[in-house]
């Protein structure tokens, strides 16, 4: 884990650049505080979504990109300018995705950060 700076800033093509480089199409912790932490997720058109539940809440902002979320049972349209919300511990996935998705994932509190024997819902 870095240490944490007064302020912090990314830039959207390094941020995209590291995530497609990753296996898992994923940049962790592009910013980071004690309350939120912040990274980028892309699914190429036609990919699957294995991601499973998160301890954390996520809020997922789509920068570009088409497809469906799924939440708990609920689909959900994705498409550029999509702010999505899911709560800690929700099962949820992207699929029927036809246009690369590139989405900031902004962590509270920051990811990792829950322990796994906290896994009871508040």
Same mark, same amino acid.
């Not at 959207?12 to 590291?18: C, G, I, R, V, W």
């Not at 997922?60 to 300018?81: F, Q």
């Not at 999509?82 to 920051?110: G, K, Q, T, Y």
């Given at each position: 884990?870095?240490?944490?700076?007064?302020?912090?800033?990314?830039?959207?093509?390094?941020?995209?650049?590291?995530?497609?480089?990753?296996?898992?199409?994923?940049?962790?912790?592009? =910013?980071?505080?004690?309350?939120?932490?912040?990274?980028?997720?892309?699914?190429?058109?036609?990919?699957?979504?294995?991601?499973?539940?998160?301890?954390?809440?996520?809020?997922?902002?789509?920068?570009?990109?088409?497809?469906?979320?799924?939440?708990?049972?609920?689909?959900?349209?994705?498409?550029?300018?999509?702010?999505?919300?899911?709560?800690?511990?929700?099962?949820?996935?992207?699929?029927? =995705?036809?246009?690369?998705?590139?989405?900031?994932?902004?962590?509270?509190?920051?990811?990792?950060?829950?322990?796994?024997?906290?896994?009871?819902?508040?």
């Amino acid at each position: 884990m870095r240490a944490i700076e007064v302020f912090q800033s990314a830039e959207l093509e390094k941020m995209l650049a590291q995530a497609r480089a990753a296996a898992d199409g994923y940049a962790p912790e592009v =910013i980071r505080s004690g309350l939120l932490s912040v990274g980028l997720y892309t699914l190429a058109a036609g990919a699957a979504d294995d991601q499973t539940p998160h301890l954390e809440d996520e809020v997922y902002y789509t920068v570009r990109g088409k497809a469906a979320l799924y939440v708990d049972g609920k689909e959900h349209p994705v498409g550029p300018g999509s702010l999505l919300f899911v709560p800690a511990r929700a099962v949820h996935r992207f699929h029927d =995705i036809v246009e690369e998705l590139v989405l900031i994932v902004f962590w509270a509190p920051p990811e990792g950060s829950v322990a796994p024997e906290s896994k009871e819902r508040a």
